[in-house]
């Protein structure tokens, strides 16, 4: 017995005792602080990281930690309980916390609505504490109101493209229905700010198809879009993000300005899909426009001078989003676009083969669908091929002019991602009164 003091296994033996003593108190203290102060983010693998770098400084340096409190209790936890008995309370409290917690923050369905300038979409998703858990369903209806208003004489929307909505609003309803949707909601976009009938007709929506749909500004789109891109990539770092959302009438490009992402800032104008391929048709040919004009075949010359109309007319990007942009460029981290089937991106996606872009394979793209017939390009695989030229003309100009390097394409369906965790946002629309945009 006396040799094993005086051995050399003593040393080892002790040093390895005290470690797993130490190890035993670091995860109960972890679990406790967690468990007792953090129920939310109990799960959460950055919390339990951080946390877990403080107890273990506090366990290295025998720190004696004040006594703790358990909310609904005045009884303290002190340092010199027994093990079990701080376990013990702790379960206790886990559960007490787990199920009140679960009880003000039910799972939820609902059904969020993107009436676009081109296409009304809707997700029946299941939602948790503003999280996307599933998609139920998820579709979306050829619906061209930018195409119809750009040919109107009056500045309206017609009476044929509003029953096309009706009846695409009447057949999401029931499906939202069928699917047990506790709420349905969601906004529309540029086109009903520029035409004349557009808040008439949404009231008619709320009022007769009771979908709770808004007029959003530019800028409630470039949140959207942005909530949207995180939700579609699965992308955490906020700091890291610029979200490229792009529609039939307008495009947004957003970042945040702080860590959690409550703050944002974007870059807008009122340049879409169906604006370049009426540009194309009214000033580059300075052919007379309406809503049944042939593109294709599209000359290499005619699309550059489309590209360089459209970068002539934007406004100089706004400073943080530009900063941000340059940022991504320098580090090499891609820019985040997202859309549907039929967005530029896709577009771009079809002809380059990749959802990964530069100016120059966009470049290359667009010119590559130049003086090709609807019909060779429908045979590649393009589902809108009328429109490819005028939509990949949009996303290299913008491209060009805000100095991207680098962009990652995932598909979504439209915003409605970002919708369905913005109910409250969204409701509070319905005090606000969007300025109109001028139809010019």
Not at 110 to 126: L, Q, R, Y
Not at 189 to 212: D, I
Not at 231 to 246: F, L, N
Request: hydrophobic residues 45%; contains cysteine.
């Amino acid at each position: 017995m006396l040799l094993f003091f005086f051995s050399p296994l003593l040393l080892p033996f002790l040093l390895f005792l005290l470690l797993f003593v130490q190890v035993v108190l670091l995860y109960s203290i972890i679990d406790f602080i967690i468990i007792m102060f953090m129920p939310a983010l109990a799960i959460t693998r950055s919390s339990r990281a951080s946390v877990t770098s403080f107890c273990y400084r506090a366990v290295r340096t025998s720190a004696r930690l004040p006594p703790l409190r358990t909310k609904g209790t005045s009884a303290p936890f002190k340092p010199n309980q027994s093990l079990l008995s701080c376990v013990n309370r702790a379960t206790a409290a886990r559960n007490t916390a787990t199920a009140r917690y679960t009880a003000t923050m039910a799972t939820r369905i609902v059904a969020a609505f993107d009436i676009g300038s081109g296409k009304t979409k809707m997700d029946v998703v299941e939602v948790h504490d503003n999280v996307v858990l599933r998609t139920l369903f998820s579709e979306q209806r050829n619906v061209p109101f930018a195409r119809y208003f750009e040919a109107s004489l009056d500045n309206t929307l017609s009476a044929e493209v509003l029953d096309m909505c009706r009846a695409a609003i009447a057949e999401f309803k029931d499906v939202a229905q069928k699917h047990g949707a506790e709420s349905l909601f969601g906004v529309a976009t540029q086109v009903f700010r520029r035409a004349a009938n557009g808040e008439a007709f949404l009231k008619e929506l709320r009022e007769v198809y009771e979908v709770q749909v808004f007029l959003a500004t530019q800028r409630m789109e470039g949140i959207l879009g942005f909530r949207t891109a995180l939700a579609a990539s699965g992308i955490t770092d906020v700091d890291r993000v610029v979200s490229y959302d792009s529609g039939a009438a307008s495009f947004q490009i957003c970042v945040a300005l702080d860590h959690r992402g409550t703050s944002l800032d974007a870059y807008e104008a009122p340049w879409g899909a169906m604006v370049a391929f009426s540009k194309l048709v009214t000033v580059v040919r300075k052919h007379p426009y309406d809503p049944h004009t042939k593109a294709n075949p599209v000359e290499p010359n005619e699309a550059l001078a489309l590209v360089e109309y459209i970068m002539s007319s934007l406004e100089p990007c706004d400073p943080a989003v530009q900063s941000r942009i340059d940022t991504c460029a320098s580090l090499d981290i891609p820019i985040a676009a997202y859309g549907d089937v039929t967005s530029i991106f896709s577009m771009a996606s079809i002809a380059c083969k990749s959802r990964d872009f530069t100016p120059s394979t966009l470049r290359d793209a667009l010119l590559s669908a130049c003086n090709q017939t609807t019909e060779q390009l429908a045979e590649q695989g393009f589902p809108t091929p009328e429109y490819v030229v005028p939509k990949l003309c949009l996303f290299y100009a913008v491209v060009s002019f805000t100095r991207m390097k680098q962009i990652n394409f995932t598909p979504s369906n439209g915003n409605c991602l970002g919708i369905a965790i913005s109910e409250a946002d969204i409701l509070q629309l319905a005090s606000t009164s969007p300025p109109k945009v001028s139809a010019t």
